[in-house]
């Protein structure tokens, strides 16, 4: 039985030893491979793949963050083998929820151990759901420290006249989308974003921190300067922008503002 098979590594040359590597299987059948988090959940949904090799420290999105969308959008889980270049903490919650992981550089032999256990979960049918959630849970609950060196700040492209800035996450006050343009604007600068749609970049954020309070909006809930309630249902936020921007919340994320801020 063909295991049809995703790589996602932020790193082209990973992508490619692993891609070589899997070719000495033939049960290993590739179908798509994704340079980072967001391509990563893309490919998941588009494709349904059975088991997925994936890169733990990737900007923006990193591998948890992948698992978390999939949790949160409850999507069919594959299998995951993950990708580290770190032996500490990431290791060990691995083997405790019996997810695979390999580490970089790749070794062949390893490379077949990974497969042959997923293999083993396919042919019986185990799911891999209720084990990701679980380490989504525990990483989220108790994540311990992260090597210095494997910290990557998350930063947002932002076009303004000529000049491409790169602004940190936490900057970031508000996006919005008007006649299918998205502008970020942040605490200095505003200018607009290459993502195509809202979705796309809230993906590339933290869901804890940005919060979409309408459809055409996403917002740092962080930088909600006031919540200026019209009515039961009804509330404007007002953003801690240089213009003081006001936001409307759509009825639907009502119940959600008063669940953030206990209304």
């Not at 998941?44 to 994936?54: A, G, N, Y």
């Amino acid at each position: 039985m063909a295991i049809n098979t995703i790589i996602v590594d932020d790193e082209k040359p990973a992508r490619e030893e692993l891609a070589f590597l899997l070719k000495a299987f033939p049960e290993i059948n590739i179908i798509g491979q994704g340079k980072n988090g967001v391509e990563a959940v893309s490919l998941i949904k588009e494709h349904s793949p059975d088991l997925v090799f994936l890169d733990v420290q990737m900007p923006g999105l990193d591998g948890f963050g992948v698992l978390k969308k999939l949790v949160e959008r409850k999507m069919k889980m594959p299998h995951v083998v993950f990708a580290t270049a770190f032996d500490q903490y990431a290791v060990q919650a691995f083997d405790v929820n019996a997810v695979d992981y390999v580490l970089k550089p790749f070794d062949k032999a390893r490379i077949s151990k990974a497969i042959q256990r997923a293999k083993k979960m396919l042919d019986t049918q185990t799911s891999a759901t209720d084990r990701l959630e679980q380490l989504v849970s525990q990483l989220g609950a108790a994540k311990q420290p992260e090597p210095i060196e494997a910290i990557q700040a998350v930063k947002v492209l932002v076009r303004a006249g000529q000049r491409l800035l790169l602004v940190d996450a936490d900057d970031v006050v508000f996006a919005t989308i008007d006649g299918g343009s998205i502008t970020v604007v942040a605490r200095d600068v505003e200018g607009s974003s290459n993502y195509r749609t809202l979705d796309e970049l809230g993906d590339t954020l933290d869901s804890e921190i940005f919060w979409r309070p309408h459809r055409s909006f996403l917002v740092n809930t962080r930088h909600i300067k006031e919540v200026v309630p019209w009515s039961k249902n009804v509330f404007t936020l007002k953003m801690n922008d240089k213009k003081t921007t006001e936001i409307p919340v759509s009825r639907v994320q009502a119940r959600r503002l008063r669940e953030l801020f206990k209304l």
